[in-house]
């Protein structure tokens, strides 16, 4: 399977994406297989930090075009006949999940570039929280060149990511940018040389593994949250709006509908009180007691994600 999935005894997986003849483009079986190892490493507790990277001359090239649009057009159209939701292990979400979009994923996930980033490369990028890069490597949203839309991610998170200008110039001109250009826009942490890449990739994971796994994992979420505060408040409304739309439907009083409202506003967290709960959170688990404890000691940490 040209998905690698491989976990060390230190905490970490990588994930290698292996397809160098289409250069590490997917066809829809290997969208799926990336999806998977993306549900894999979130679902494992033993699973504290992901890297991934490619093989050969790129990193990620996202759909492989050839193949993949009318193998999709195809599984839209049986799928909708069957009214499921689900077809011999495919998913309409698999591109998408694959590349990150929109799914809350609060381990860290360490990119590590090993040449050609474009397409859904650059989608899957914007979802990772570390970039290194070869001086190799190269980075496109090149979609408006061939007529087409950037529909992974890149054009709401890239905005929020990188100064206003800099998006822009990634997303408008659609150029092919160098790493160094990369590293100057802030899209890279660093360029190393190709043969540091995993080393130097391995360095920034172990760094974050000498860390208490939960209160990693609450800081990022923290940190999604309130990048992304719009989102879930839009979904909390759009689900309000369901509930109000039903209760008239049904004929129901004012007392229903005050219901749904009152409870909207219980639900509603700004990105400060989301911060106030998860800390909360992270100041009861055992890690919280045993990292003073180590101080106190003067011995390093024992972690146990719990």
């Known amino acids: 399977m040209p998905i690698h999935y491989e976990q060390d005894s230190e905490h970490v997986v990588l994930i290698t994406i292996d397809r160098p003849e289409t250069r590490n483009a997917a066809d829809m079986e290997h969208f799926k297989a990336l999806r998977e190892a993306w549900e894999q490493f979130a679902a494992d507790a033993g699973a504290w930090v992901a890297i991934v990277t490619g093989v050969g001359e790129a990193f990620f090239s996202g759909a492989d075009l050839k193949t993949y649009v009318p193998e999709i057009t195809k599984f839209q159209k049986e799928i909708s006949e069957k009214g499921a939701t689900e077809l011999n292990g495919f998913r309409l979400d698999d591109g998408t999940r694959a590349v990150l979009r929109n799914w809350p994923l609060y381990k860290p996930v360490i990119a590590a570039v090993n040449g050609f980033c474009t397409a859904g490369g650059m989608e899957m990028l914007g979802g990772c929280d570390v970039r290194v890069a070869c001086p190799e490597a190269k980075f496109a949203v ?165």
């Open 142 to 306: 090149m979609e408006p060149k061939r007529g087409l839309f950037a529909g992974g991610g890149t054009t709401v998170r890239l905005p929020r990511q990188i100064p206003w200008a800099l998006a822009m110039e990634f997303l408008l001109c659609a150029d092919l940018i160098p790493a160094d250009r990369a590293f100057e826009m802030g899209l890279l942490n660093a360029v190393v040389p190709r043969g540091e890449l995993l080393d130097a990739a391995r360095e920034y994971a172990r760094r974050m593994i000498a860390n208490a796994p939960l209160a990693v994992q609450a800081t990022k979420q923290s940190a999604l949250q309130g990048l992304y505060f719009d989102e879930d408040l839009t979904k909390q409304l759009r689900a309000a709006v369901r509930a109000l739309r039903q209760v008239a439907a049904e004929g129901a009083d004012a007392n229903a509908a005050a219901e749904v409202l009152e409870r909207l506003g219980r639900d509603l967290r700004s990105p400060f009180e989301k911060e106030s709960k998860l800390s909360s959170a992270i100041f009861q688990t055992e890690d919280a007691k045993e990292g003073p404890k180590a101080f106190a000691e003067k011995r390093p940490p024992i972690w146990n994600a719990r």
